[in-house]
């Protein structure tokens, strides 16, 4: 027979409707629709961050530095690279006649920005305003109550407002922003007495090149240059590194969903495929008795499986990339995303090649096994089951190596993707084990005396029982489940214990150490019974560390850091203190005495520590203000971060850095809400160098950064259990053929319709109660690495949501057996008899 013949055969026998061959259209339309829209998502923003870094950035390299500017040598090293422009960021109290609001205060020279465009509302195109105006975001206009022409103050500056900020070319590279946004001339925050010595503000200085560089190259230049400086350097293709690291792990979470999904659904296809033949076995016989051979069976139905899977998929692909422009609307205002509709052709192809070899896999084992018997052997199939296919297990390994093989090519995370596919293979092996187990004590454990009991148990390890497709089906759709509710409680969990409801009012930077006592008698006078806690702030960053003599140099380490040594990149925060914080425990050494006045000593984050590799009478080098001080550890300390207050990785005796130029921060906790208008217009006025964050609408923020990530999580996880919803829907469709044939027997024995549905009742139950405790513990074991792994959360699932959802899960597959029982209940026994 010929391939045309063939498809001639395989056309006719095809429905337009594809009936019976549903089941692999739906399980291949949602995996490969998850794919292509995770695809082409994740394409898309990464050509943005790509194409756009420089403008994101503002610059080809950005040198920030804390508490200063660059020095002579500094700046003419950056000024042999191209186009220079300098300025500095901080946070700022901006007042009008009736308001006070926290503001980011971005100070900018002429040359700004080097790339992308700033406008304003009103459509204008502007660089750095004119002397003696601001640029002013819409957000502290409101806060502020004024409008263009209007003036405003800051420190002791007052300011014209020039216009309204619409575009910021730069904003993105800014990170987290605890308060909107006003650009000033790169002269104010020094005129209005913002920049004294220990204020708490950081200098950019942007890089243009004027030739073509490697930025890499450059930043290990300059490091090498100036190991000491406290450099914390950034260059245009990490023009918004927090968010290309949130896109990468979000990408490859939502990846490995995706492939879940067709998993999942490959089980489905299976399934359908084995029905859908299941229903020809008189056509396959009858072409056979006509001349066919086992090679043109095998092309006519690969034909049609084919065909319909390329269907399938490629409506899965269509409708993944129609959903890529609602996701980024969705996401607009988080992730830098283009409008309209993206192709991504590598994403796309890669998901049409996911979604075919899954079908092949699946599909495979019933197509071969039926090509290779002899007729009357496929025309009693029903009563004498087929027998396996060893050929058929070849293609399915190469198959699944295919599989692993695209799927390690295309990650960013091969470990992590090899670790999901080994436990995806592993649960197969799991389930694939249990269903046989499950048939093999069936077959040995004793009849029960009931009858319905005894034909239940029977139906587990009859001949072509379905038990071990049931169970693998039963076992991922269940998982999925329990994985979707321990990620999403986990994630709710994370942002209850990191961002908890109650927190400090305010925080207030530089304070000035000389004023502390007229600071905290100002909140008393305004706000009575207020609680306010103050320490000493300082910047910046480790150089050093280890046994004295062999310490390790950070500049030495390039990018090549310790796992979770977040503290070794740039400055951090820094304070001494006499006696150990709230929230803090001494886990090992001692803490020093009061007026120390030895050694320099310093006390440690206990998880720091361990990062990296320090202990006890280690030594560490840090630098501050361009010069180097080292001290020995005397302690570790296991800190609570859910205090909100003041929690430093570092914290020095106070012969360490009392001398250091350095101002106070403060911690306000209001007994109400009543004095949050007076008291903030108040230290406006008595100290206009300090600024003060409000913690609210920071919470707000967090918690909504965080929701939207359980937002993402639940909606990719939802295909995943859409999948295995109709992986058991199929799983009992595929039975129905063989369960018509039981059912008959049954009503010609005399079994009424309530026996029929007690009979599926039991036999789903009895496995579902089963594969309840082995699906909890996959569920599980997969959440958790979802959850501390990729996206380094805490693990705080909420039990009661876990096995309230398992428990419904269990509901829904009773359900769908007794629907999957009723239509076998109208079966006419005559006609069913005549088609054995």
């Known amino acids: 027979m010929t391939w045309a013949i063939a498809w001639r055969i395989a056309r006719r026998d095809l429905s337009a409707r594809f009936h019976g061959l549903r089941l692999l259209l739906v399980c291949l339309f949602l995996g490969t629709g998850a794919l292509a829209a995770i695809g082409t998502l994740?394409?898309?923003?990464?050509?943005?961050?790509?194409?756009?870094?420089?403008?994101?950035?503002?610059?080809?390299?950005?040198?920030?530095?804390?508490?200063?500017?660059?020095?002579?040598?500094?700046?003419?090293?950056?000024?042999?690279?191209g186009t220079v422009s300098q300025g500095l960021r901080m946070q700022a109290m901006a007042s009008s006649a009736d308001a006070a609001a926290p503001v980011e205060l971005k100070a900018v020279d002429d040359r700004w920005p080097l790339y992308g465009r700033a406008t304003l509302l009103d459509g204008q195109t502007v660089g750095a305003p004119p002397a003696g105006a601001a640029w002013v975001a819409p957000g502290a206009a409101d806060r502020l109550g004024v409008k263009p022409g209007d003036t405003l103050t800051i420190g002791s500056a007052r300011l014209r407002v020039g216009g309204l900020l619409d575009q910021e070319p730069d904003r993105l590279g800014e990170g987290f922003q605890l308060g909107p946004t006003i650009i000033v001339r790169a002269d104010v925050p020094a005129a209005a007495g913002l920049t004294a010595p220990g204020a708490m503000y950081r200098s950019k200085t942007n890089v243009a090149f004027t030739l073509p560089g490697d930025p890499q190259a450059v930043e290990a230049e300059l490091k090498a240059r100036f190991p000491a400086a406290g450099f914390e350097i950034r260059t245009r293709d990490r023009g918004a590194p927090g968010v290309d690291r949130f896109v990468g792990r979000m990408g490859e979470f939502l990846t490995l969903v995706g492939l879940a999904a067709l998993v999942i659904a490959g089980i489905g296809i299976g399934g359908g495929v084995s029905s859908y033949l299941d229903a020809r076995r008189q056509n396959i016989a009858t072409l056979k008795v006509l001349g066919a051979t086992s090679g043109d069976i095998a092309r006519i139905y690969a034909m049609e499986i084919g065909a319909a899977a390329l269907v399938g998929s490629i409506a899965g692909i269509l409708a993944g990339v129609a959903l890529t422009p609602v996701i980024a609307r969705a996401l607009a205002g988080l992730?830098?995303?283009?409008?309209?509709?993206?192709?991504?052709?590598?994403?796309?192809?890669?998901?049409?090649?996911?979604?075919?070899?899954?079908?092949?896999?699946?599909?495979?084992?019933?197509?071969?096994?039926?090509?290779?018997?002899?007729?009357?052997?496929?025309?009693?199939?029903?009563?004498?089951?087929?027998?396996?296919?060893?050929?058929?297990?070849?293609?399915?390994?190469?198959?699944?190596?295919?599989?692993?093989?695209?799927?390690?090519?295309?990650?960013?995370?091969?470990?992590?993707?090899?670790?999901?596919?080994?436990?995806?293979?592993?649960?197969?092996?799991?389930?694939?084990?249990?269903?046989?187990?499950?048939?093999?004590?069936?077959?040995?454990?004793?009849?029960?005396?009931?009858?319905l009991w005894r034909a239940a148990l029977a139906n587990l390890h009859r001949p072509g029982a379905a038990t071990g497709t049931l169970v693998t089906a039963l076992g991922f759709g269940l998982s999925a489940f329990v994985l979707l509710a321990a990620v999403q409680t986990s994630i709710d969990g994370t942002i209850a214990q990191r961002v908890p409801e109650r927190a400090p009012d305010y925080f207030v930077l530089d304070v000035p150490k000389d004023q502390v006592g007229t600071f905290t008698g100002l909140v008393d006078r305004v706000a009575p019974g207020s609680a306010v806690q103050t320490v000493p702030a300082l910047r910046g960053a480790i150089l050093a560390y280890g046994p004295k003599d062999a310490m390790t140099r950070v500049a030495s380490l390039g990018e090549n850091l310790p796992e979770d040594a977040w503290a070794l990149r740039g400055e951090r925060g820094l304070t001494y203190a006499d006696e150990v914080p709230p929230g803090n425990r001494v886990t090992q050494g001692e803490w020093w005495s009061e007026n120390h006045a030895g050694e320099p000593l310093v006390s440690i984050d206990e998880d720091l520590a361990q990062a990296i590799g320090v202990e006890v009478g280690d030594y560490l080098t840090i630098g501050i203000l361009g010069t180097e001080r080292s001290a020995r550890i005397a302690s570790l300390r296991r800190i609570d971060w859910q205090t909100m207050g003041f929690n430093y990785v570092l914290v020095f005796s106070p012969n360490t850095l009392r001398d250091a130029p350095h101002n106070v921060a403060a911690t306000i906790e209001l007994p109400d809400d009543n004095a949050k208008g007076a008291l903030l217009r108040d230290l406006v006025r008595a100290f206009p160098s300090s600024s003060v964050i409000e913690t609210g609408p920071v919470l707000v923020q967090a918690r909504e950064l965080l929701t939207q990530v359980g937002l993402a999580t639940l909606a990719a996880a939802s295909v995943a259990v859409l999948a295995g919803l109709a992986v058991l829907l199929g799983a009992i469709a595929a039975a129905r053929a063989q369960r018509t044939y039981d059912t008959v027997i049954l009503r010609v024995l005399g079994a009424s319709r309530r026996q029929v549905l007690l009979l599926a009742l039991a036999e789903y139950g009895a496995l579902a109660a089963l594969l309840a405790l082995v699906s909890l513990a996959l569920g599980l074991v997969a959440a958790w690495a979802v959850v501390t792994q990729l996206f380094e959360f805490d693990w705080l699932p909420a039990w009661s949501a876990v096995f309230g959802v398992l428990g419904a899960g269990l509901a829904l597959v009773i359900l769908f057996a007794l629907a999957g029982a009723l239509p076998l209940l109208r079966a006419k026994p005559a006609q069913a008899l005549r088609a054995l």
């Open 335 to 451: 992730l830098p995303i283009g409008t309209g509709i993206v192709f991504a052709p590598a994403a796309l192809l890669s998901a049409l090649a996911y979604g075919l070899l899954v079908a092949l896999v699946f599909a495979a084992p019933p197509l071969l096994r039926a090509r290779r018997f002899p007729a009357m052997a496929l025309m009693r199939e029903r009563v004498s089951p087929l027998g396996r296919d060893r050929i058929a297990i070849a293609v399915v390994a190469a198959g699944l190596a295919a599989i692993a093989a695209l799927a390690l090519a295309t990650a960013r995370q091969p470990l992590m993707t090899a670790g999901f596919l080994g436990g995806a293979a592993a649960a197969l092996v799991l389930l694939a084990a249990l269903g046989w187990g499950i048939r093999l004590v069936a077959a040995r454990l004793p009849r029960p005396r009931d009858p």
């Open 42 to 81: 994740t394409s898309t923003i990464e050509r943005q961050l790509s194409e756009r870094g420089r403008e994101f950035l503002g610059a080809d390299v950005q040198v920030a530095l804390w508490q200063r500017a660059p020095t002579p040598p500094e700046l003419a090293a950056l000024r042999a690279l």
